[in-house]
C-alpha cells in the first residue's frame, strides 16, 4: 500500500520556467511533509518542508503547497535552472509520538531542465 | 557544522556473509534513522533511534538491525546477505525530540553491492 505517491516519474522543463512536482497521501495522520533532492550515489538533499498547520511555505525559488482536503501537495520551482536536474522526493511524516521521525516516501519525480 | 557521515562509502560481500555500516550524526543530533534505497522498492525506513532506544522499525526481516551509541552514532548489521540486499543504506539525522517539525539531514549513503 503505497500511502505516498508521486505519479509523474519524469517532468522536462525550459530553464527559466516553472517546474511543478506533485505528490498525494492517503493517510490522513500525516502531518508534516518534507521535499529532497537526489543525485545519483548522494544522500537526499533537504529542500523545504510544510506542516499540516500551513497551506503554503517559501524559501527562495521553492515554494511548497497543501491541499489538505485533497491530501496533495505540490512543489514550485521558479525559475528552473540547469541545476536542479534531478529526482526529487516527497516525504511524509506522522506524530513523533506515535511513530517517532519515520518518513514515507513517494516513489520520486526525475526533472530534466533544458538550457 | 559537518554533515552526517557514512563509513564506508562502499561495499562489495557476497551471500551468507554479514555487514556492518557505521552513521555519524550531525553533532548535537540525537535521532538518527535508518534508510534503504533500491530500484524497485525506492527509500524505505528500517529503522530509527533515539536516545539508544529503537523508536519506531520498518517492515524488513529480522536479518536487519541496529544499534545506537551513548555518543549518537549509529550501527546497522545485516546477516547471512542475500542478493536483494544490494542497495544503497542511508543514514538520517534530526535533532528532534518529542513533538514538532524538523528536517532530516540525509548522509551520503553506503552502497553495499551482494555477489
Known amino acids: 500500500d503505497q500511502q505516498v505517491k508521486q505519479n509523474s516519474p519524469s517532468l522536462s522543463v525550459q530553464e527559466g520556467r516553472i517546474s511543478i512536482l506533485n505528490c498525494d497521501y492517503t493517510n490522513s495522520m500525516f502531518d508534516y511533509f518534507l521535499w529532497y533532492k537526489k543525485y545519483p550515489a548522494e544522500g537526499p538533499t533537504f529542500l523545504i518542508s510544510i506542516s499540516s498547520i500551513k497551506d503554503k511555505n517559501e524559501d527562495g525559488r521553492f515554494t511548497v503547497f497543501l491541499n489538505k482536503s485533497a491530501k496533495h501537495l505540490s512543489l514550485h520551482i521558479v525559475p528552473s535552472q540547469p541545476g536542479d536536474s534531478a529526482v526529487y522526493f516527497c516525504?511524509?511524516?506522522?506524530?513523533?509520538?506515535?511513530?517517532?521521525?519515520?518518513?514515507?516516501f513517494g516513489g520520486g519525480t526525475r526533472v530534466l531542465v533544458k538550457p | 557544522k559537518a554533515g552526517v557521515t557514512q563509513t564506508p562509502r562502499y561495499l562489495i560481500k557476497t551471500r551468507g556473509q554479514q555487514v556492518t555500516l557505521s552513521c555519524s550524526p550531525i553533532?548535537?543530533?540525537?535521532?538518527v534513522s535508518w534508510y534503504q534505497q533500491t530500484p524497485g522498492q525506492g527509500l524505505q525506513f528500517l529503522f530509527e533511534?533515539?536516545?539508544?532506544?529503537?523508536?519506531n522499525k520498518g517492515n524488513f526481516p529480522g536479518r536487519f538491525s541496529g544499534r545506537q551509541f551513548s555518543n549518537s552514532r549509529s550501527e546497522m548489521n545485516v546477516s547471512t546477505l542475500e542478493l536483494g540486499d544490494s542497495a544503497l543504506y542511508l543514514c538520517?539525522?534530526?535533532?528532534?525530540?518529542?513533538?514538532?517539525?524538523?528536517?532530516?539531514?540525509f548522509g551520503p549513503g553506503t552502497r553495499l553491492t551482494v555477489l
Open positions: 516525504a511524509a511524516r506522522g506524530s513523533i509520538k506515535a511513530a517517532g521521525n519515520k518518513l514515507t
Open positions: 538520517a539525522s534530526s535533532s528532534l525530540r518529542n513533538e514538532g517539525y524538523n528536517e532530516q539531514f
Open positions: 533511534y533515539f536516545s539508544e532506544t529503537q523508536r
Open positions: 553533532s548535537g543530533h540525537r535521532s
